[in-house]
């Protein structure tokens, strides 16, 4: 059960601040896990909560900003004094920090690095400058790192002194004079050796990394592949210049899929929650792909009028005009679906397209006999014209067909040519089986209405 | 980049294989991560995996094998003598020993249980009695437990001897007498700590746990919510018995999203891997919604049969319905896919109703504006018909508001009637509003066709 705390402590904070009794309020907000803290300062009005905001202990306070989403944290900044802010951002981890900077527009994040000192400012450029969505991105240079050569007591005071600063202190990664990555150990193992035993007879030196040009996705899929609680990344010259961990990991996933969903509805990445995204924002993220498809539609409508001969003289054929390009619709999200899963996941990969194409053929056949089958016993109950049901029946099963096939070959496609192919939306693959079904359609009635009238 | 590494090796170990090299290939096994082992014994032929996998270091064993899918477990199993999985059933850890059991067949389960000692017999049974995905089922009883009263330097040495079994050491929990749960620590706290300190002064008492009843995905929330490498399970007493993993709550994730992805795309959750899904349940998971559809269809054909006397009038209305009813449904899957994914990753909670209905009108009346006036547009310009071309606009426009609505309507209503939104399909949104956009586009028509023939 998630516990929904800012509903239990809400009045007793407000009754706190209301008493001003900022003393109490300091030690509540010390037994609160500072996820629970935003939660709580959500529900405060601006005021409330930049005052409770500043109660905050020095250490939790950066925790507790770098959860909020980085509209709020805007606004929190608008807030602070330039000593507080710097304060806070010299304090972040500094993965937080590249996150936030991200999202800023790009003169506030000139204006807040010049209040970093310059070692913190180096670091935060040098994150900055690596390419959206990649390891270097998400990364955090704070790691421990230890030599070959140490012995495990020596280690764990090693680990003592820089541990408190650190990410994670649970992975710990061997570099040399250099910094090149030769081997990788836990804290478990340290724990478990005798503290006479050297780094090097405990650790492991086929090291998996990441490079920090990879993409946070493949990170994502390293880190799940092998249960890491944290990846190393290395730069061009194989030098360990950071770490990625399993909570950051999981966020990535999290974005990943939504994105994914969002592209799959037809709609451009929207990455705020859902009552975050401004009115227009939504609209304007929403209409593109809305529109090129009423544009796109216009193709059915061509067809449509071609075929206006057919249409006028067996009307009956526009009735099941909607149940046959719906299914089309249907069975080709269906199959894309499973498809843009799978090669999300990694299930399968793209040059095994031949083995797809073949069995989604096969399934296609099935589903297409039985959804085939079902709209012609429709037809007859309701039309009881033989020749029309017929049509209606192999119209179906072949658009099943249709659709099935194109609704994984699409994606795949998409994947040859290096596009995500989570791209091909239900309603793109909708309306293209629209089109297809149509001609279809109206190419079987034109053969069996004149088989049955000759 | 993941590396392909069973691309790499495979041609290595084949070649070890043909010429009996055994001590080669287990000393080369040895070095590779149980994640890539389990890559490249997929690739070979039956007997050949079946030999490598014996050759696999004991501690290494139980953990490859628990890294199979169970279809694949369940064949491995079958060419294994019974001395064999004894060893291997005793040595899996308990969660993922659960899993197995979970997708076995009831008789295989049976005879499998006999197999373990008495201990891990009764654990197996416990864990096997908790409910399907709940927290039970996916926890394990491997966690490191400390007393308030140890010393920093007892609870190392505690740790030291339990360790090796343990799925985590990272996360200590401190418990009483009776089991309850007193307090959580990690080992960065330890080792940062003096020697003589105790326990319960580096202990934080507000412990965050979740129920062996909870759902699974709740389990994953509240790891995220809070980034916990791992989260406590506590029995209907408060007493400790197991803990969920960051590594298995990633797995969880992926399998809710994957099922929310199918559930959204009308199909019946398939488990398996693309590949090994069987045909025939492959067919028989997707066809029962397709099918519901064809028939839901009838409701659309039924329509255009009372309005036939309007379409042999005015055949042309027939060109736009593909547009209409598809832009119906493509505005109704974007709002739904927004509205299921906020509700899932719980940005927003049904009784926000009001709020997302309001909102959702306001974008649909937007977004129906501007793709009303471009049908209009295309049907003046195709036909020239300025009453028909008024129709089609604003029909349009009402159907993308109506669209938008039901898209966020219907999931709210089933988190309301407390089904999972995500079983609110595309598909099903499109069909209902095929009927619904029909409808209206008659309704239009037949008032503005009047006025302008009067």
């Known amino acids: 059960m998630e516990i929904q705390w800012q509903k239990i402590f809400l009045p007793e904070i407000k009754e706190l601040i209301e008493n001003k009794d900022f003393r109490g309020l300091r030690s509540f907000l010390r037994e609160l896990h500072p996820a629970d803290i935003v939660d709580i300062l959500r529900e405060l009005d601006p005021t409330e909560r930049v005052m409770s905001f500043r109660l905050l202990d020095k250490d939790k306070i950066s925790e507790v900003f770098a959860l909020f989403e980085y509209t709020e944290q805007e606004e929190l900044l608008k807030q602070f004094t330039e000593h ?36 913190e400012w180096k670091e935060a450029n040098e994150l900055l400058n690596y390419p959206d969505n990649s390891a270097g991105r998400i990364m955090t240079p704070e790691y421990v790192d230890l030599q070959t050569d140490m012995t495990i007591g020596k280690a764990l005071e090693h680990i003592r002194q820089t541990g408190p600063d650190r990410e994670t202190i649970y992975i710990c990664y061997i570099v040399d004079e250099t910094k090149r990555l030769r081997g990788v150990t836990t804290l478990k193992n340290i724990i478990l050796a005798s503290t006479d035993q050297f780094i090097r007879d405990i650790m492991n030196e086929n090291v998996i990394y990441v490079r920090t040009t990879d993409d946070q996705e493949s990170v994502a899929q390293v880190v799940q592949k092998y249960d890491f609680l944290a990846v190393p990344v290395v730069d061009h010259e194989d030098r360990l210049v950071g770490i990625v961990t399993v909570d950051d990991i999981l966020d990535v996933v999290q974005e990943e899929v939504t994105e994914d969903f969002q592209k799959m509805a037809g709609i451009q990445t929207i990455e705020e929650e859902y009552f975050r995204i401004g009115f227009l924002r939504c609209v304007s993220n929403r209409i593109p792909w809305l529109v090129v498809l009423v544009i796109a539609a216009t193709i059915s409508q061509t067809i449509l009028r071609n075929y206006s001969g057919i249409l006028s003289s067996a009307i009956a054929l526009t009735y099941f005009i909607p149940m046959l390009t719906g299914s089309g619709g249907n069975t080709g999200s269906q199959s ?46 309701s039309l009881g014209q033989t020749a029309t049901s017929l049509t209606v029946g192999i119209s179906l099963f072949t658009v099943v067909c249709v659709g099935n096939i194109v609704g994984v070959a699409i994606p795949l496609f998409f994947r040859f040519v290096r596009l995500d192919p989570a791209f091909v939306s239900a309603p793109l693959i909708a309306t293209l089986l629209d089109a297809t079904g149509l001609v279809i359609y109206f190419e079987i009635a034109r053969r069996i209405l004149t088989i049955t009238a000759s």
Not at 105 to 112: G, Y
Not at 337 to 351: C, F, H, Q
Not at 354 to 373: D, N, T
């Open 84 to 119: 507080h802010t710097k304060e806070i951002l010299t304090q972040m981890q500094p993965d937080d920090r590249t996150q936030l900077f991200d999202e800023l527009p790009a003169h506030i994040v000139e204006k807040l690095l010049k209040l970093l000192p310059p070692e």
């Open 336 to 381: 894309s679906t499973l498809i843009i899963r799978a090669l999300a996941t990694g299930e399968v990969k793209s040059k095994e397209w031949w083995y797809i194409i073949v069995r989604e053929l096969k399934v296609g056949i099935a589903l297409g006999f039985i959804m085939g089958f079902t709209a012609f016993i429709i037809a007859i109950i």
